[in-house]
């Protein structure tokens, strides 16, 4: 191999470590998504307590726990809690199914997070009631990125 | 059958939230990975939990890929009577698990 040739190699190299980076999802619209799981209404901002950790070290498991304030009574409770996560693959993380009979609406759980970004919350009041609250949580090693395995 | 594990209180008041955690042992596998073949590891994942308390609904969780593996969940419920708390689950290759946990009144 000649030396220019040789030397030509390192701009090569670095073609797809940028497309590499192509891999990181971008944040996606979950405008659609909320609307959908809304039925069309304008969530209400506010009412949901959301722990979740500023810095997450570990996108692959991330803890999480959801309050909602609600008397959680047969004629007011919080029927779905939905977790959205705007960069993930599939930005619908779960859905919880609560009734009067859970006594209080709190919910924890572990999440995957696929980078830093926006962690929406969105709740289904009975009474056809929303309300939605959002947290961004920088994510230091993403989940779903560790497929050259 | 899976593995899980359950952690309720062994008594609980009449009428009064209390705490159910449940850890389900699953690799809740995205479809996104490959294996050291190159080939993509397909999509398995717990897809919906739920919770009865003495044979009434008090919760459900409709879970993607999302969720971290080896899923644990948290929730809280109201006992009008004594009775059992059964946990169920079903992964995308239609493998089920189980776990129970009785409970008396206080």
Redo the contacts between chains.
Sequence with gaps: MKRRHFLALPALAAVPARAQTGRFQPAQDVGPLVRKLADGMAPAEGGIEVELPQIAENGNSVPMRIRVDSPMSAADHVLAIHIIAERNPRPLVATFHLSAASGKAEVSTRVRLAGTQKVRVLAELSGKRFRIAQRDVLVTSAACLDESL | MMIGRIQAPPTVRKG???EIKVLVQHPME?G?????NGQSIPMNVVNKLTCT?AG??????????????N????????ATQAGEIVVEWSDDRGETGRLTAAFTLA
């Design positions: 009064e939230p209390f995205t996104f990975r490959r294996g050291m308390l009434r609904e008090v919760f459900s969780a409709d879970l993607g890929s999302g969720v971290a593996a899923p644990y969940l948290a929730f809280f419920a109201v």
